[in-house]
């Protein structure tokens, strides 16, 4: 089964790190990363630019398009991971090793992933 791992945190602390802070963090990441890139068990990981640079689209009666994320949390989505996983418990454990690896709080949403895509194949939803 595939799961993504959102990873939320406030932006504002994490755009507040030194470079060396930068590496750090990334060094440990990257460390998870490559254990599971050896388990042949990661997929596409992305970092998402800060919600400044963000557009949202509000449905409704009318479509709206607004400047922002606009989001009223503390917390935004930072990046995300999709990784294959027996189950949901090595998805949690795959979780903690990202949120040990990272010393800045928040957290990590786990939900099961269908691909959608003409050229890999679908999951089955439970």
Partial sequence: MRYAILC??????????????????????????GKLMREGRLGPTARLLPT???????????????????AETKEQLLGFYLVDCNGLEQAIETAIELAAANP?????EI???????????RTPLP
Avoid: F, H, Q
Wanted: proline share 5%; glycine share 8%; with cysteine.
């Fill in 8 to 33: 939320y945190s406030c932006e504002d602390a994490i755009g507040s790190w030194t470079l060396e802070e930068e590496r750090l963090v990334m060094g440990r990441l990257a460390a998870v990363e």
């Fill in 111 to 121: 939900r099961p992933v269908d691909i959608m895509s003409l050229n890999l194949p």
């Fill in 52 to 70: 400044t640079s963000a557009t949202t689209l509000r449905k409704s009666r009318k479509t709206v398009v607004l400047d922002g994320p606009y």
């Fill in 104 to 108: 800045c709080g928040g957290a990590y």
